[in-house]
T-cell receptor, first 112, second 114 residues
Framework: GDSVTQMEGPVTLSEEACLTI???????????LFWYVQYPGEGLQLLLK?????DKGSNKGFEATYRKETTSFHLEKGSVQVSDSAVYFC???????????FGAGTRLTVKP | GAGVSQSPSNKVTEKGKDVELRCDPI?????LYWYRQSLGQGLEFLIY????????KSGLPSDRFSAERTGGSVSTLTIQRTQQEDSAVYLC????????????FGEGSRLTVL
């Protein structure tokens, strides 16, 4: 079945450092891809998405490009802030309702 | 309410007891989802509802787990005869439709089975 693999954490960075969290997927067809973020004490919320190959999702300075050839959707940010400290989840779905699949999550801690 | 509401936020129970977890989705959202998050694991899909119907219940881990949704709104996840391996955070999410791809999550119910 479909699955998502993301880099293990935790990841600890200094403020203003560059961030990359790797995400690769295994799926039939052309799923939609997502990054969700869970800030401390809050529920998961959608960070960005891409629905077809070569699409780039972006939000709050984060970006991820849907790469069909490498089955990847890596999350990147050029300069992280302390407020970006959270757990990040990569996910995919074919939008059938029962098929949203999440990675294990990557905890990011940004230190001042 | 403004967001997805789950209760209780924290539940400690003894092995063998039954527990009920409640989810109140965003008003107007027709699709509702239950996931389980165990320590160090990703989100495990349990079940989803379109309206009051659950098309596929095969994601539920065992026959001790059941879920229902009434009035196209509130959902209850029931775990009978709890076991220690049931300890996890149970997350509920809702969306406008099953095909939107954007889920809105509650903060979860943390279940600890002693």
């Amino acid at each position: 079945g479909d699955s998502v693999t993301q880099m293990e954490g935790p990841v600890t960075l200094s403020e203003e450092a560059c961030l990359t969290i790797n995400c690769t997927y295994t799926a039939t067809g052309y799923p939609s891809l997502f990054w969700y973020v869970q800030y401390p004490g809050e529920g998961l919320q959608l960070l960005l998405k891409a629905t077809k190959a070569d699409d780039k999702g972006s939000n709050k300075g984060f970006e991820a490009t849907y790469r069909k050839e490498t089955t990847s959707f890596h999350l990147e940010k050029g300069s992280v802030q302390v407020s970006d400290s959270a757990v990040y989840f990569c996910a995919l779905t074919h939008r059938r309702g029962d098929d949203m699949r999440f990675g294990a999550g990557t905890r990011l801690t940004v230190k001042p | 309410g403004a967001g997805v509401s789950q209760s209780p936020s924290n539940k400690v129970t003894e092995k063998g007891k039954d527990v009920e977890l409640r989810c109140d989705p965003i008003s107007g959202h027709t699709a509702l989802y239950w996931y389980r998050q165990s320590l160090g694991q990703g989100l495990e899909f349990l079940i989803y509802f379109q309206g009051n119907s659950a098309p596929d219940k095969s994601g539920l881990p065992s026959d001790r787990f059941s879920a229902e949704r009434t009035g196209g709104s509130v959902s209850t996840l029931t775990i009978q005869r709890t076991q220690q391996e049931d300890s996890a955070v149970y997350l509920c999410a809702s969306s406008l439709g099953y095909d939107t791809g954007e889920l809105f999550f509650g903060e979860g119910s943390r279940l600890t089975v002693l």
